[in-house]
């Protein structure tokens, strides 16, 4: 059975890109649609014996998840992203396409359109008939665990540059998952953090020390936490050897960071003596450099030192290149060109467009103030009935009166007239609240002569100023 949809189905937008992975090598190794990964190998038997390969090999359903989600113009990629994320985040297994439509309501019916089916190509959504609702399929759940880290604050991601890695390996080996692969991945980390940390202490600068301080104490809190996990993985027996030789190659490297919080101490220390106090003020050299670096203008230091003031730009040769390039190669405006201000020219009409209100609430705002403005000027009918009775009218005549949308809502207006706090309200709104009618409803219907609407409740409308006391709207 087909998918319900509650907006008229339109083609998808095209995503305004193409996929031009293959287009560096096509010429050499043939169409793009032709190669497969062992082209790219002098050795196409040598391709199983390479661990990741092999891994990447049999995950090639997963990797087309993410070519599929991930291609096209970054807007769509963006979208698709985002439906998914929220799928994925949903407490319920299944949903109906009425809940898929309430979770995205803010978008337009053409997006979620083309966002749904899109995931339906990639196998990540799926619909089914009989129940008439979604879920996620298997391939879902891990393309979400993989994603997961995009949902991640960016200023979190930034101060622990290792604990997305340490905790995926805590965990699995809490789970007896773990595998080589994540241990490879953590022992590179751990090796680029050691290489980044060494050059700056070999460079003696106060300022990149003090900047690389605090991620190298956050760097030896995560990895003295992971290190039951590590010493866990050590001594536990593994059928693959390369596990044990990644985690004592991984306990190494979290020797060498550790080893290198000495050298740190004495790095800082070293700044510390070459630092200077000034007199007797407090202020050292590193307070000078630190406000110089932070002065917006040195030059207006000069003062009136100098008969002709002179402002000092720091710039490197390379930079120097490319100012004179870019000054030769400007566009320069031509001398012949006339330059004065253009002729005056009228200024185009345009509209300025306001949100207003439905009209059905002005008519029905001027109905009651028609209706009572007859009551008034009305002659004494004291004769028929009393005179909330004589000058009563059924609550049709208000209700009544093209689409059944238009008198459904009018309808649901109605609890405004008289409300309390509506009538302090400025605008239409607050004007229906302050019209001097009161309505009342019976429990039961009436048939009518309108086209739209074949039943309505019996009801009555009376003006405030005629009805007796003791009827309350």
């Excluded at 345009?350 to 705002?365: D, I, R």
Aim: charged residues 20%.
């Amino acid at each position: 059975m087909p998918e319900p949809l509650h907006a008229p189905s339109r083609p998808a937008p095209h995503d305004g890109a193409q996929d031009t992975s293959a287009t560096d090598i096509g010429p050499v190794l043939g169409p793009a649609d032709s190669l497969r990964f062992e082209h790219f190998f002098r050795d196409a038997d040598a391709v199983p014996e390479q661990p990741l390969a092999s891994a990447l090999q049999q995950r090639l359903p997963l990797i087309d998840a993410l070519r599929g989600l991930f291609s096209g113009a970054q807007a769509s990629v963006q979208l698709r992203l985002w439906c998914f994320m929220e799928l994925a985040s949903q407490p319920q297994a299944r949903l109906s396409r009425d809940d898929v439509n309430r979770l995205f309501h803010m978008l337009l019916p053409e997006a979620l359109d083309s966002a749904l089916k899109r995931l339906r190509e990639l196998g990540l959504l799926v619909w089914d008939a009989t129940p008439q609702d979604y879920h996620l399929s298997p391939l879902a759940q891990q393309v979400h665990a993989l994603l997961a880290s995009l949902t991640t604050p960016s200023s979190s991601a930034e101060e622990d540059e290792m604990s997305g890695l340490l905790a995926q390996v805590a965990g699995a080996q809490q789970l007896g998952l773990v595998n080589a692969n994540h241990l490879q991945h953590l022992h590179a980390q751990l090796a680029r953090l050691h290489d980044g940390f060494a050059e700056a202490i070999a460079s003696g600068s106060e300022a990149r020390l003090r900047a690389a301080q605090p991620r190298f104490d956050r760097a030896l809190q995560l990895v003295d936490r992971a290190g039951q996990a590590l010493t866990a993985l050590i001594r536990a027996e593994h059928d693959d050897p390369r596990l044990e030789r990644e985690a004592r190659a991984i306990g190494q490297e979290q020797a060498r960071l550790l080893a290198m919080a000495s050298q740190f101490t004495r790095a800082l220390q070293q700044a510390d003596r070459q630092r200077v106090t000034l007199g007797s003020t407090g202020l050292t050299t590193s307070d000078v450099r630190t406000w110089l670096q932070a002065h917006p203008a040195l030059h207006l230091l000069l003062g009136d030192a100098l008969s002709v003031p002179v402002r000092p730009v720091m710039v490197s040769p390379h930079d120097l290149l490319d100012v004179a390039e870019g000054e030769f190669e400007r566009d320069r405006p031509s001398p012949d060109a006339a330059a004065g201000l253009p002729p005056p020219a009228a200024a185009a009409e345009g509209a300025l467009e306001t949100l207003s209100l439905p009209a059905e609430l002005g008519a029905l705002v001027h109905q009651f103030g028609h209706w009572h403005a007859l009551a008034a000027s009305a002659p004494s009918a004291s004769e028929e009935g009393t005179p909330a009775e004589a000058h009563a009218r059924p609550l049709s005549d208000a209700i009544l009166g093209g689409r059944f949308a238009q008198a459904a809502y009018r309808l649901q207006l109605l609890p405004l007239v008289g409300d309390a706090q509506a009538q302090t309200l400025k605008g239409l709104t607050g004007d229906l609240a302050r019209t001097p009618w009161a309505w009342a409803f019976e429990p039961r219907h009436t048939g009518t002569d309108d086209e739209a609407v074949a039943l309505i409740s019996v009801g009555t409308l009376r003006p405030l100023d005629t009805a007796p006391d003791t009827n309350t709207p």
